[in-house]
C-alpha cells in the first residue's frame, strides 16, 4: 500500500473526544520504550511524525494520525512503565482499556513486543486479556536490528511456544525493524487487507 500523505490530527486522554468520523483505524500497543512511535513513523516514512524518545513514557496521550485522508494510525502510550506513579497507571488503564473496549472503528490493534527479550509476564497479560474481550490483535515484534538473524529466529521460536501454551491459534505476527525499515510492508499489506474488506462489508 502507498502512503499518500500522513499527519497529525489529534491527541486525546478519552475515547470519547477521539474522532466521530467512523474512519477505520489501527493502534499500536505494548511495553514503554518498545518502539510504537518508531513504528508509526518508519511505516508512513515520516521520521518526525510520532514523537520518539529513548526515555520511556514518551507517549502520554491517544494521538491519531490521519493517512490518505482515510483511515488513522494510533499512536498510544505504553505500559509497564516502572517510573510512572500508581495514579498514572490506573489512569492509563482506565483510558486504555475504555479506549480498546468501546472504540467501534478500531480495526485491529497490533501489539508491539521487543524482539530481544524474554516473553514478558505484563505482554502474555494483556494479550490475554484482548483475547478474553475479543479485541482482535496481532503481533509484531520489533528492534530486529539489534539480533543476528540465528538469534532472531531462536526467540520467535521461544515466543510462539510460550504462546502456544495459552492459545491452540497464534495471532498474525510481524517480525520489523523500525531502524532497517524490516518488515514494512506485510504490516501495511495487512491493514490494506483489512480496509478492503471493511469498504467492502
Ligand atoms: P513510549 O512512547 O515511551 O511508550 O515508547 P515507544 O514505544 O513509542 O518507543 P519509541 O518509538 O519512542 O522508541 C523508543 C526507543 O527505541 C527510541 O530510542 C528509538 O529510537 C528506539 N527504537 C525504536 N524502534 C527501534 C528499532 O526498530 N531498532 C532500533 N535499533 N531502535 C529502535
Ligand atoms: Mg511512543
Request: proline residues 4%; charged residues 25%; aromatic residues 12%.
Amino acid at each position: 500500500m502507498k502512503i499518500e500523505n500522513a499527519s497529525f490530527l489529534i491527541s486525546n486522554t478519552t475515547f470519547k473526544k477521539c474522532p466521530q468520523d467512523g474512519r477505520p483505524e489501527f493502534a499500536f500497543i505494548g511495553r514503554s520504550n518498545v518502539g510504537k512511535s518508531s513504528l508509526i513513523n518508519m511505516l508512513t516514512g515520516k521520521k518526525k511524525l510520532a514523537k520518539t524518545s529513548s526515555t520511556p513514557g514518551k507517549t502520554q496521550l491517544i494521538n491519531h494520525f490521519i493517512i490518505n485522508d482515510e483511515w488513522y494510525l494510533v499512536d498510544l502510550p505504553g505500559y509497564g512503565f516502572a517510573k510512572a506513579s500508581k495514579k498514572s497507571r490506573q489512569s492509563w488503564e482506565i483510558f486504555i482499556t475504555e479506549y480498546l473496549l468501546h472504540r467501534e472503528s478500531l480495526m485491529t490493534t497490533f501489539v508491539l513486543i521487543d524482539a530481544r527479550l524474554a516473553p514478558q509476564k505484563i505482554d502474555l497479560e494483556f494479550m490475554n486479556w484482548c483475547g478474553s474481550k475479543g479485541i482482535p490483535f496481532s503481533i509484531v515484534f520489533t528492534k530486529t536490528d539489534k539480533l543476528s538473524s540465528s538469534a532472531l529466529q531462536k526467540k520467535l521460536l521461544a515466543y510462539r511456544k510460550e504462546l502456544l501454551k495459552f492459545w491452540d491459534e497464534l495471532p498474525p505476527i510481524f517480525v520489523t525493524s523500525s531502524a532497517s525499515k524490516f518488515g514494512r510492508e506485510p504490516v501495511l499489506n495487512y491493514i490494506e487487507d483489512i480496509l478492503k474488506a471493511f469498504k467492502s462489508a
